[in-house]
């Protein structure tokens, strides 16, 4: 049974900073890509951030609303996909998402999300 399980999500004034953590179970971990997303009320859900697989070098890339403030490592010996958010803006806030993609097994999984809320 796959599981990711999201941490870290809280209530940040502007200009804070939150690390959020992933933590996945049941897959192969270093072979999947992982990926922060987001959803704001009445917003679509949009990428945050992916980071590729092992096999990919572990590669990045960043919406251009997030690049300069936020960061996404994963540490494969802990099955852990992490998001180090600074500078938040009220315009962060938003249901975070884990998403584990493995594309030539057609797997993605995702996690229930954590609260992130940027507000004075």
């Known amino acids: 049974q796959v599981q990711l399980v999201e941490s870290g999500g809280g209530l940040v004034q502007p200009g804070g900073s939150l690390r959020l953590s992933c933590a996945a179970s049941?897959?192969?971990?270093?072979?999947?890509?992982m990926g922060w997303y987001r959803q704001a009320p009445g917003k679509q859900r949009e990428l945050v951030a992916h980071?590729?697989?092992?096999?990919?070098?572990?590669?990045?890339n960043y919406a251009d609303s997030v690049k300069g403030r936020f960061t996404i490592s994963r540490d494969n010996a802990k099955s852990t996909v992490y998001l180090q958010m600074n500078s938040l803006k009220p315009e962060d806030t938003a249901v975070y998402y884990c998403?584990?993609?493995?594309?030539?097994?057609?797997?993605?999984?995702w996690g229930q999300g954590t609260q992130v809320t940027v507000s004075s």
């Open positions: 980071i590729a697989a092992i096999t990919s070098s572990s590669s990045t």
């Open positions: 049941g897959i192969i971990f270093s072979r999947y890509k």
């Open positions: 998403n584990a993609n493995f594309a030539k097994l057609a797997s993605d999984f």
